[in-house]
């Protein structure tokens, strides 16, 4: 046996919120050779299973009884130079942010938008991840892993991967099915740098920069995140815990009549995508708790942290209270960012 399975293993440290749960099993596993090995074993298919890279957009609500199964394949390199791109790929296990910097130290410019994200480079497709203006699917090329039902390697491409807002074929048809063991990346050679959100154009004023590099771009975005995002490392959180609800038309004419102020961007079909952090702060959660253990961050009402010695369940119950209020008040329905286990 080529991996290192574990007995009850605190998750703890595998959790960006910091919340206690336990795996009753737990392997980490380095290369696409093991996993086919695990995948033999016979604690696969004995009970549930679940994969995981950083764990930082995952809300343990309980212990798990059955399979941790942590993606540790690392590897980073240029797989071609085209006319028009540079394909990059990297193992699923790499750091996100560290292979972002990678590639802007290489000359690749492309990602900077998605600096600091925290997490693995093979959790990036799950949600689409997406900051400042960028989205995964944006950059991407394919990604390959492994089919666990029938045990092929596949490689998907971006049309099969259903990118969407925080969305992607693997949160519907492809739930659980597939774990990404690697991706390639297309770092357009023709870079135009994307500065029309958030902070980042007053940041530029106030740097004197107009014409910034790829890199200027990732000192912004780093720095307006560290500003108002909180640290994991300092309090337990998983970013954004809800997603920005799109309502229809005619549902957002009726809120604006009624809510002046609602803050909303039109879509390019018509709908329009509503600041759940807007929505949030208007029912007077900001700095919130239930408990004195989960709170609501008393600067970015969309993030909802761990004080201290909170459990997945005390967090899930202010999500559910948080829910209620902004459903009662709004008729909106906040949709969790992060998976709930
Ligand atoms: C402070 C903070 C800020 C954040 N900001 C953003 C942001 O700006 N934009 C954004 O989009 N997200 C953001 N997030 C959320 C999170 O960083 C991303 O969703 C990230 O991609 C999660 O990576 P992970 O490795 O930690 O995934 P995990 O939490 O370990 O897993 C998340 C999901 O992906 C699955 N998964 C993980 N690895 C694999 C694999 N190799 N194959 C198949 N399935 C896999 C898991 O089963 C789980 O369903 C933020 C989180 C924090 C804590």
Known sequence: MNFDLQRNVSLKRFNTFG?????????????????????????????????????????LTRDFEGLVVQIAITGRDLARVEDSDWVVQAGAGENWDSFVRWTLASGWPGL?????????????????????????????DALEGMDVETGQVVTLNKEQCRFGYRDSIF????????????????LPKNWQAVLDYGDIRSELTQRHLTQPSAQDVADIVTAIRRAKLPDPAVIGNAGSFFKNPVVLAEQHSLLKTHHPGLVSYSQPDGGFKLA?????????????????????????????????????????????????NVRQRFEVELEPEPVIV
């Not at 949160?171 to 297309?186: A, N």
């Not at 759940?276 to 989960?294: E, F, P, T, V, Y």
């Open 19 to 59: 919340v206690e749960a336990l795996a009753r099993h737990f392997v980490r596993i380095d290369s696409m050779a093991q996993l086919a090995e695990l995948r033999a074993h016979p604690l696969w298919s004995e009970g549930p299973r679940l994969i995981i890279g950083g764990g930082s957009n995952l809300l």
């Open 112 to 140: 900077e938008n998605l600096a600091l994200i925290p997490g693995s480079v093979g959790a990036a497709p799950i949600q689409n991840i997406g900051a400042y203006g960028v989205e995964l699917k944006d950059r991407f």
């Open 171 to 186: 949160k519907g048809d492809l739930k659980s099915r597939i774990v990404i063991t690697g991706i390639r990346f297309r």
């Open 276 to 324: 759940a952090a807007w929505l949030i702060d208007q029912c007077g959660w900001k700095g919130r708790s239930l408990d004195g253990r989960a709170a609501v961050h008393d600067r970015q009402a969309l993030v909802l942290v761990n004080r201290g010695g909170a459990s997945g369940a005390d967090i899930l119950a202010l999500a559910h209270a948080v829910q209620d």
